[in-house]
């Protein structure tokens, strides 16, 4: 079968790439093993840059390039951008440390910002950053996740969600921005322990107010017609918070936006840059890797063996 997904990707990591997928009854993320069979996997690269791609249909990037603080911004909050860079700098250098390569699986609710904070995150750390419902898209080989829900339904979606999990807790130097539901299945947490979580809570009220400004098209576990779209998302978000908080709760580490929002004297947690929240994930994750410092398991992918592969893989 041809290679059903596509990705490329960016990182100072040394190469450490994803691909295809099929799922459930397709086949499942391709391993490395897999991919290197398949001849889908490049390597390569400058000096201080890894890139990966994996090609197939219209390969697009998963990560965007951040941008730039803009020089139209006030000085005083050009300031505070560039004090808020240089602390997410520094943060992130102390916790690469600890980290050892581990990846970050970044969780929590629909909209509560796992995407944006991730690409933060992994981009400081010269990390990969993926985002789960992507890859589960690539892997069926549909546009959407609701397109999934609605031709087969949200259990093949999960069946196919634990696939990429599964895939990418063998690999190293990633920040995984996980689907907000990926956290109901037990099995989901065994490949996420293998690295460590981060939950980003955001109170539903900031979360329902997002989501009613972006449209609930793309989240079909919230789109039903609503004169009210924050009413409607505040209601089944509430919802599925009461089923799913004690699962957000096996995080690692808790990112409380309310908190942040209080130490930094703000009222309100609209106020919070995705950088300030970045950086307070950093801080809680340096919390973490210091208490619990990494002992490589048996049948982790190495550094020496994603190297060793790399060459094997560039020589072909
Ligand atoms: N700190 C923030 N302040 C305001 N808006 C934000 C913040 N972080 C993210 N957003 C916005 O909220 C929306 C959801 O963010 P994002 O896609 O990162 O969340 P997510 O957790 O990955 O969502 P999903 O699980 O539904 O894919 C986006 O429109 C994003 O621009
Ligand atoms: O909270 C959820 O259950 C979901 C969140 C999205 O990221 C998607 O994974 C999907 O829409 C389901």
Redesign the pocket.
């Known amino acids: 079968m041809e290679v059903g997904a596509s990705m490329a990707m960016q990182s100072r990591a040394p190469g450490v790439g994803a691909g295809a997928v099929a799922g459930g009854r397709r086949s499942a993320f391709l391993g490395w093993e897999k991919q290197t069979q398949a001849g889908s996997l490049r390597v390569g690269g400058t000096a201080g840059t890894a890139a990966v791609a994996v090609r197939a249909r219209g390969a697009k990037p998963v990560v965007a390039p951040l941008r730039c603080v803009k020089a139209s911004r006030g000085s005083e909050s050009l300031h505070s951008s560039v004090d808020e860079a240089l602390l997410l700098k520094r943060k992130s250098e102390e916790v690469l440390f600890h980290l050892n390569g581990r990846c970050i699986y970044?969780v929590?609710?629909?909209?509560?910002?796992?995407?944006?904070?991730?690409k933060i995150v992994a981009e400081v750390l010269g990390y990969s950053c993926f985002?789960s419902?992507k890859l589960v898209e690539q892997a069926v080989g549909m546009p959407s996740v609701a397109q999934i829900f609605k031709v087969h339904s949200e259990a093949f979606f999960r069946e196919n969600e634990s696939s990429v999990l599964r895939d990418l807790s063998s690999m190293r130097r990633l920040v995984v921005?996980?689907?907000?539901g990926a956290v109901i299945r037990p099995i989901n947490w065994n490949y996420m322990k293998k690295g460590l979580s981060v939950w980003?809570d955001v109170p539903l009220d900031?979360l329902a107010k997002?989501?009613a400004?972006?449209g609930t098209a793309?989240?079909p576990l919230l789109d039903q017609p609503s004169d009210d779209p924050y009413t409607a998302a505040f209601t089944k978000l509430s919802m599925l918070a009461e089923q799913r908080g004690e699962a957000y709760a096996n995080a690692d580490a808790r990112v409380s936006?309310e908190e942040i929002a209080a130490k930094q004297g703000h009222g309100d947690?609209?106020k919070?840059?995705?950088t300030?929240?970045a950086i307070e994930a950093l801080l809680k994750i340096e919390n973490f890797v210091t208490q619990h410092p990494t002992a490589t398991t048996h049948g982790e992918v190495g550094d020496l063996q994603i190297d060793s592969l790399s060459s094997r893989i560039q020589a072909l």
């Open positions: 970044l929590g609710m629909m909209g509560s910002g796992k995407s944006t904070v991730g985002d419902d921005a996980t689907g907000g980003l900031a997002r989501i400004q972006v793309s989240r936006l947690v609209s919070l840059t995705p300030n929240i």
